[in-house]
């Protein structure tokens, strides 16, 4: 058996890193795609030469032409504009809907067997839209979101209690905007739940709604600090978590923007929830409990997400 493919479509921030962990981690051969001439080739090259420093094996390639994706097992998407400062992710719709339906497209006409990630903002609704373009089966096409934004709550809780992020687990629930559920009943610390560590007086409530309301504003605040466009390691560390689930069909439960099909009372949009990722890709969506208040944060997330599909039919007819 040879080795796997990996195809990254857009050569950015993101689509370097990934590269790169993907070539460290040895998942496999690495494509990079752009539609910028030189740049996939020269990240290639010089990616390409990193590995005899590091001692691994894997061949990476740049490219502008979509048949070289042909055949691979994992696409990762993080072509498109991203936001600066002063913007929300929702501004970058317009602009990153038409990427999305040449990456589609491209992905149709070349690999429509690939399990496919994608990080392009406005998140749910361009994964939504990837889909549509590249009419792929929905569970091969997921969305990296409650990924990155569960790795962000975590970070800030394991900073809180002062203990490893090794025993900590969070979930973040919803769309991957402002709206984003962290469900704290659900994270927990070496698998005691963060409202019982505040009962325990370990923390004050008022420090743990600060945490929320960071983590909802995570990548904002990291765009204001960067002042030239968003986040790149952590978003790239969470796909590559992903993709590593599929390819390993590690059964690992995710939080992920999946197709909901009548789950949590949704269906028809892509949300962020807990999925499980194994060789089948989204294997199952699994349904937690929600109390009241998380019940709630959900539909505002939902209805925000279902305004943006609205905005993506209204620019693409060929959507609606
Ligand atoms: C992030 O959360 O870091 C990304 O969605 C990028 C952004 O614009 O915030």
Same mark, same amino acid.
């Given at each position: 058996?040879?080795?796997?493919?990996?195809?990254?479509?857009?050569?950015?921030?993101?689509?370097?890193?990934?590269?790169?962990?993907?070539?460290?981690?040895?998942?496999?051969?690495?494509?990079?795609?752009?539609?910028?001439?030189?740049?996939?080739?020269?990240?290639?090259?010089?990616?390409?030469?990193?590995?005899?420093?590091?001692?691994?094996?894997?061949?990476?390639?740049?490219?502008?032409?979509?048949?070289?994706?042909?055949?691979?097992?994992?696409?990762?998407?993080?072509? +498109?504009?991203?936001?600066?400062?002063?913007?929300?992710?929702?501004?970058?719709? +317009?602009?990153?809907?038409?990427?999305?339906?040449?990456?589609?497209?491209?992905? @149709?006409?070349?690999?429509?067997?690939?399990?496919?990630? #994608?990080?392009?903002?406005? %998140?749910?609704?361009?994964?939504?839209?990837?889909?549509?373009?590249?009419?792929?089966?929905?569970?091969?096409?997921?969305?990296?979101?409650?990924?990155?934004?569960?790795?962000?709550?975590?970070?800030?809780?394991?900073?809180?209690?002062?203990?490893?992020?090794?025993?900590?687990?969070? /979930?973040?629930?919803?769309?991957?905007? &402002?709206?984003?559920?962290?469900?704290?009943?659900?994270?927990?610390?070496?698998?005691?739940?963060?409202?019982?560590?505040?009962?325990?007086? %370990?923390?004050?409530?008022? @420090?743990?709604?600060?945490?929320?309301?960071?983590?909802?504003? =995570?990548?904002?605040?990291?765009?204001?600090?960067? =002042?030239?466009?968003?986040? /790149?390691?952590?978003?790239?560390?969470?796909?590559?978590?992903?993709?590593?689930?599929?390819?390993? &069909?590690? @059964?690992?439960?995710?939080? #992920?923007?999946?197709?909901?099909?009548?789950?949590?009372?949704?269906?028809?949009?892509?949300?962020?929830?807990?999925?499980?990722?194994?060789?089948?890709?989204?294997?199952?969506?699994?349904?937690?409990?929600? &109390?009241?208040?998380?019940?709630?944060?959900?539909?505002?997330?939902?209805?925000?997400?279902?305004?943006?599909?609205?905005? #993506?039919?209204?620019?693409?007819?060929?959507?609606?």
């Amino acid at each position: 058996m040879g080795r796997k493919k990996i195809a990254l479509i857009g050569a950015g921030n993101i689509g370097g890193t990934l590269a790169l962990l993907a070539a460290q981690k040895e998942l496999g051969d690495v494509v990079l795609f752009d539609v910028v001439e030189g740049v996939p080739q020269g990240k290639a090259l010089d990616l390409s030469q990193v590995a005899p420093v590091q001692g691994f094996d894997a061949k990476i390639t740049g490219t502008n032409d979509y048949a070289d994706i042909a055949g691979a097992d994992v696409i990762i998407v993080t072509a +498109g504009v991203a936001r600066k400062p002063g913007m929300s992710r929702d501004d970058l719709l +317009g602009i990153n809907l038409k990427v999305m339906k040449a990456v589609g497209e491209g992905i @149709k006409a070349n690999a429509p067997d690939a399990f496919v990630i #994608c990080i392009t903002n406005p %998140l749910d609704a361009m994964v939504w839209a990837l889909r549509e373009f590249s009419g792929l089966p929905h569970n091969k096409v997921v969305g990296m979101a409650g990924v990155l934004d569960s790795a962000r709550f975590s970070h800030f809780i394991a900073d809180e209690f002062d203990v490893s992020v090794k025993d900590v687990n969070t /979930f973040v629930l919803g769309g991957h905007g &402002d709206t984003m559920v962290p469900v704290t009943r659900y994270s927990t610390v070496n698998g005691i739940p963060v409202p019982d560590l505040v009962k325990m007086g %370990l923390s004050s409530q008022e @420090k743990i709604d600060a945490i929320v309301k960071r983590t909802r504003g =995570g990548g904002g605040e990291i765009v204001a600090l960067l =002042g030239t466009g968003s986040a /790149f390691y952590a978003p790239a560390a969470s796909g590559i978590a992903m993709a590593e689930a599929y390819l390993g &069909d590690q @059964k690992r439960i995710l939080p #992920c923007a999946a197709y909901v099909d009548g789950q949590y009372g949704l269906d028809g949009l892509y949300v962020g929830v807990p999925v499980l990722i194994g060789a089948g890709g989204v294997e199952k969506i699994v349904e937690i409990a929600l &109390d009241d208040e998380d019940k709630a944060g959900l539909q505002v997330s939902v209805d925000a997400v279902k305004e943006l599909l609205d905005a #993506c039919k209204a620019l693409d007819p060929s959507l609606a």
